[in-house]
């Protein structure tokens, strides 16, 4: 019998094992990437917030780069829209956007014009529309030319405080739940999620729906159609960021492809390859708001650019979804 023994382990950790490794992937997706993100979320808000109560004038260096450090940080994690980001319209509360009917600024130069002495009470500003709060909100009073001069410097700067204050609170918010709760869900299924196939789906889902913002809205609004091109729809053109998100994003999606591929070395040097070109193409673009998409020379290199974005996309739903058992036809823009 004891010879039966270590023949018995050996045979048990040969069956465990794929479950092992797929269960340090997640650890590995939550450890190096979601958690990191979530607490530099948190961690650049607060420091916005704190800037904005010493110095909230629109030309403020400090503001501003505050302002972008934290812009930065939500892009990097932007497309991990579930759970705590989810909850309570969080999400859209940080970044409205698109807005395609042009709420913010209506919200904002009504705000301004009456003067709401509710926007000094934090509890009372949560309430307020989505279009006068979150990032976008906060690009119009620092970088919009009619906006940032509007009304009184006293009411402009009291709405770039409550708008800074808000947006700490509510990626304070997103970082505890996932410290506290979500994360733990997620490496243990059983409550939230039945199975790790759901868990999979779920980073999947993360992962896909990055890659369709980036190319359908980010690149595809701009570029509107060769008759009509929209260089105004580019997303935070005022504050010259409408390139950099892309690449952030890039940045961002790049590492979860490669943790989710797994031990198909094969899949995650493809997407090394087509990550790195693609990258390269973001970064010769040279054209900070994407306006070139109204000049035929230089917008055919962005549409070359929506492409590739497009050719990550069908690797990931052609070759990595069906190895982590996603239905083919899945659609991250679908709900559950």
């Known amino acids: 019998m004891r010879a039966i023994v270590p023949a018995l382990t050996l045979s048990l950790s040969l069956i465990l094992s794929p479950l092992t490794a797929r269960a340090d ?124 001069t509007r009304g009184t410097p006293e009411t402009r700067c009291r709405l770039t405080r409550a708008i800074a204050g808000d947006i700490a609170s509510t990626a304070r918010a997103i970082q505890t739940d996932w410290y506290d709760n979500y994360a733990a869900q997620m490496r243990r299924p059983g409550d939230r999620y039945q199975t790790r196939t759901e868990i999979k789906q779920e980073l999947f889902k993360a992962l896909n729906t990055g890659f369709q913002i980036t190319a359908d809205m980010r690149l595809g609004r701009p570029l509107g159609s060769f008759d009509r091109p929209r260089p105004n729809r580019a997303e935070a053109r005022r504050s010259g960021r409408s390139l950099h998100h892309v690449e952030l994003s890039l940045r961002a999606l790049q590492p979860l492809a490669l943790a989710l591929s797994g031990d198909n070395q094969e899949l995650a040097a493809r997407f090394q390859t087509a990550f790195s070109q693609t990258l390269t193409a973001t970064a ?53």
């Open 284 to 336: 010769r673009l040279d054209d900070p708001t994407l306006a070139g998409v109204a000049d035929p020379g230089s917008r055919f290199r962005i549409e070359a650019l929506q492409q590739q974005v497009n050719d990550l996309r069908s690797l990931a739903e052609t070759d990595l979804g069906p190895s982590l058992g996603v239905d083919p036809g899945f659609n991250s823009l679908d709900g559950d």
């Open 25 to 148: 992937m997640v650890d590995d997706i939550l450890d190096q990437q979601i958690l990191p993100g979530m607490m530099s979320l948190a961690s650049t808000a607060s420091q916005l917030a704190q800037v904005a109560q010493a110095d909230c004038r629109a030309e403020s260096p400090q503001l501003r780069q505050a302002f972008g450090a934290t812009f930065d940080a939500w892009v990097s994690v932007s497309h991990l829209r579930f759970g705590p980001s989810e909850a309570d319209n969080r999400a859209f509360a940080l970044a409205f956007w698109p807005d395609s009917r042009g709420k913010i600024p209506k919200e904002l130069a009504k705000i301004i014009a009456e003067g709401e002495p509710s926007i000094d009470q934090p509890s009372e500003f949560a309430s307020y529309s989505i279009a006068a709060r979150g990032l976008y909100a906060l690009e119009f009073l620092l970088y919009d030319a009619n906006l940032s």
